[in-house]
């Protein structure tokens, strides 16, 4: 089992910048991949970043690329997402994911954090 604890969520003003942590504990070592991902509500939640955890490998959606970069710190215990240049369309609650098998680029994810809210306002 692996359990997941965001952290850094909050209210900003557009044009700024928030970092999102998330504390990775127990199996950490199945861990192929972490991602990040977020959702409003009566939408679908959709992926926003993902990190390959052997190779550092990373991806994003087309929507935060040049934004929002993904890292990990170097025991794979903590991932981040910076978010800079936030828009009014980033607010979401975001939730951290990891998956210990298959592709990472997906929604496919086995273990979810509880979330943090982002709220971006004009």
């Known amino acids: 089992q692996v359990q997941l604890v965001e952290s850094g969520g909050g209210s900003v003003q557009a044009g700024g910048s928030l970092r999102l942590s998330c504390a990775a504990s127990g199996y950490i070592y199945s861990i192929t991949c972490m991602g990040w991902f977020r959702q409003v509500p009566g939408k679908e939640r959709e992926g926003v970043a993902y990190i390959v955890g052997r190779s550092g490998a990373t991806d994003y959606a087309d929507s935060v690329k040049g934004r929002f970069t993904i890292s990990q710190d170097n025991a794979g215990q903590t991932l981040y997402l910076q978010m800079n240049s936030l828009k009014n369309e980033d607010t979401a609650m975001y939730y951290c994911?990891?998956?210990?098998?298959?592709?990472?680029?997906?929604?496919?994810?086995?273990?979810w954090g509880q979330g943090t809210q982002v709220t971006v306002s004009s």
């Open positions: 994911a990891a998956k210990t098998s298959g592709s990472c680029f997906n929604r496919w994810y086995e273990y």
